[in-house]
């Protein structure tokens, strides 16, 4: 049943966002930056954890999973550090994907080489 919950849930976030490519002039970046936000709004109203827990990783993996992440982390870090948790508390809640992130852009730039469009 959990996988069926992550692909439900994933499938739903994919399909907003194809609806809204399709049916505004919203371009693909504003619209992931808008995931990422309405992660983080959902996540700081207490609204997303639900759907995490029942979504699973079709709701962690995608772009409004990492802005529930950065959410968390900003709260947990104000909680222990006070609002020094504010500037720290997101990177260090998100690390691990932005390194990865980073080192598999690298290694797919040292493995490929760009080239034009066809």
Same mark, same amino acid.
């Given at each position: 049943?959990?996988?069926?919950?992550?692909?439900?849930? +994933? /499938?739903? *976030?994919?399909?907003?966002?194809?609806?809204?490519?399709? %049916?505004?002039? *919203?371009?693909?970046? !504003?619209?992931?930056? /808008?995931?990422?936000?309405?992660?983080?709004?959902?996540?700081?109203? +207490?609204?997303?954890?639900?759907?995490?827990?029942?979504? +699973?990783?079709?709701?962690?993996?995608?772009?409004? &999973?990492?802005?529930?992440?950065?959410?968390?982390?900003?709260?947990?870090?104000?909680?222990?550090?006070?609002?020094? /948790?504010?500037?720290?508390? &997101?990177?260090?809640?998100?690390?691990?994907?932005?390194?990865?992130?980073?080192?598999? /852009?690298? *290694?797919?730039?040292?493995?490929? !080489?760009?080239?034009?469009? %066809?």
């Amino acid at each position: 049943m959990e996988y069926l919950n992550a692909f439900l849930c +994933g /499938g739903i *976030l994919c399909a907003i966002g194809q609806v809204l490519i399709d %049916r505004t002039q *919203l371009t693909p970046a !504003r619209i992931l930056t /808008g995931y990422v936000v309405a992660g983080v709004l959902l996540g700081a109203l +207490g609204l997303y954890q639900p759907i995490a827990d029942w979504g +699973g990783a079709g709701a962690t993996v995608p772009l409004t &999973g990492f802005g529930f992440s950065l959410a968390k982390g900003v709260k947990k870090a104000v909680a222990e550090q006070g609002w020094l /948790g504010v500037f720290t508390g &997101g990177l260090t809640a998100t690390a691990g994907g932005i390194t990865a992130a980073v080192v598999f /852009g690298a *290694l797919m730039a040292l493995l490929f !080489r760009s080239g034009e469009k %066809r």
